[in-house]
């Protein structure tokens, strides 16, 4: 598609193409989030669970430090962020525990959900862009022929009418693939929060079991 053709769509051409441009730019960003979101050691944590079990919430937290140590060259994910609030919190007060987990865990998905509506709304304006666009363009191709008085023949009718039509053909290429990357990574959101209340849940059944010694 050559720029010239582009071109005939429209001004309005120019705001779909911004919705394009940002939502690509909102799913690549959040992709990337929340790949390094899921990266997280299953044995550091069963490790974790079995230490606070057993009521050793020292060595639990020294390794959950450890662990973030040894991996200076990245952000703590959210999961070790759930479990050094979770491990910070007197081993003795449940209420608190509880309390801060589910604080942890609302915060964290609020971190990851961010943009997400934005995207949704830009896959939804993009189609209404185009609707948009087409409308004028009718309504310039008209205004046309009442001008001729009418004698206007079916050539240059159609080429009026088609050139109206490529802002509707613009703004559904932009929005479908929009919809689909958006609802890819809201399941991706849904996975990643049911692994963090998964750990926050384990969590305090460890503490559970440590205080049945």
């Known amino acids: 598609m050559t720029v010239e053709f582009l071109l005939k769509g429209g001004i309005l051409t120019w705001p779909i193409l911004f919705c394009s441009i940002a939502a690509w730019t909102i799913f690549f960003e959040r992709f990337l989030c929340y790949r390094a979101a899921a990266a997280v050691s299953r044995q550091m944590i069963n490790s974790i669970y079995q ?58 998905l609020k971190l990851l959900e961010r943009h997400l509506g934005t995207m949704a709304t830009l896959g939804n304006i993009a189609p209404l862009l185009g609707l948009l666009g087409t409308v004028f363009g009718m309504i310039k191709a008209f205004m046309a022929v009442q001008e001729l008085g009418g004698r206007v023949n079916a050539s240059v009718l159609a080429g009026g009418i088609w050139e109206a039509l490529l802002t509707t053909a613009y703004g559904l290429v932009v929005a479908i693939p929009i919809v689909f990357c958006h609802n890819y990574l809201e399941n991706r959101l849904q996975e990643l929060q049911a692994l963090q209340e998964e750990v926050a849940i384990y969590l305090v059944k460890a503490w559970l079991a440590s205080q049945q010694e």
């Open 51 to 108: 230490l606070v079990s057993n009521g050793r919430f020292e060595e639990a937290r020294a390794l959950l430090q450890n662990a973030r140590e040894r991996s200076e060259a990245r952000r703590p994910t959210p999961v070790e962020r759930i479990l050094r609030e979770g491990l910070a919190v007197d081993p003795t007060d449940r209420e608190s525990l509880e309390l801060v987990l589910s604080h942890s865990v609302n915060r964290e």
